[in-house]
């Protein structure tokens, strides 16, 4: 309930009405039950591709059921094909996202989307320096991996940490954050080795720093990547 709380808050916060102004409740802008709901527009593009979105996929506080297919089959498993069934809160965190970086028309470039279970299984095999965890969110469609073109690695986890919306993963030699709307938490996976970065001070083990670095596959599933 209390996240669910706070992503309301902050959507209030950031809306921005079809010209770009922002939405004002004053005394100098009444509210007007004429004007349009606020629309939430994606633009999206995968990185191995040339396949792009770009889609309105919610209007005011209605998603739009037929953006929501497209948006899950856009992000679907890369070796399987397989469409997830995406939380509809990772379209909002990408779109205040993008709103965070001032632009709200910018592409989002989309390494992995959803992941089949036997797909991540591959990848912990296969790829253990990625660190891809037991439980990923990318199984529970409720993760991206991505990029913003013309967006520093480092700018863009600094947007989504500053969102509190849930996990975001550093990958500075990947060139890539991962985003998702599980737990609010981060970590940074470098040199092979993920360091866990805990919210408020919190940590794991007694390292004054707040910090906790260890080998991939011992910290995956505390990242849950
Ligand atoms: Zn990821």
Not at 8 to 27: D, K, Y
Not at 205 to 213: L, Y
Request: charged share 20%; proline share 4%.
């Amino acid at each position: 309930m209390v996240s669910a709380l706070v992503i309301a808050i902050s959507l209030t916060s950031v809306s921005t009405s079809a010209n770009g102004s922002a939405l004002l409740s004053s005394e100098s802008h009444p509210p007007n039950p004429t004007r349009s709901p606020v629309t939430y527009r994606l633009r999206l593009r995968r990185a191995h591709s040339v396949e792009t979105l770009d889609v309105i996929y919610r209007r005011g506080n209605e998603y739009l059921a037929s953006a929501t297919r497209e948006l899950n089959h856009f992000l679907r498993g890369y070796r399987t094909g397989e469409d997830g069934s995406y939380d509809v809160r990772e379209f909002d965190l990408l779109y205040l996202l993008m709103n965070k970086l001032h632009r709200p028309n910018g592409v989002i470039e989309v390494l992995c989307g959803y992941r089949s279970p036997r797909t991540n299984a591959y990848i912990r095999a296969a790829k253990p320096a990625r660190g891809a965890a037991e439980n990923s969110l990318h199984i529970q469609s409720k993760a991206v991996d991505i990029r913003v073109a013309g967006v520093s690695t480092e700018r863009l986890r600094n947007a989504a940490v500053s969102l509190h919306m849930g996990g975001v993963g550093y990958y500075p030699e990947a060139r890539f954050v991962h985003v998702d709307v599980g737990p609010v938490r981060q970590w940074t996976l470098e040199a092979g080795r993920v360091e866990i970065v805990h919210a408020g001070g919190a940590m794991y083990g007694a390292k004054s720093s707040g910090r906790q670095s260890s080998s991939a596959a011992d910290a995956d599933a505390a990242a849950g990547q």
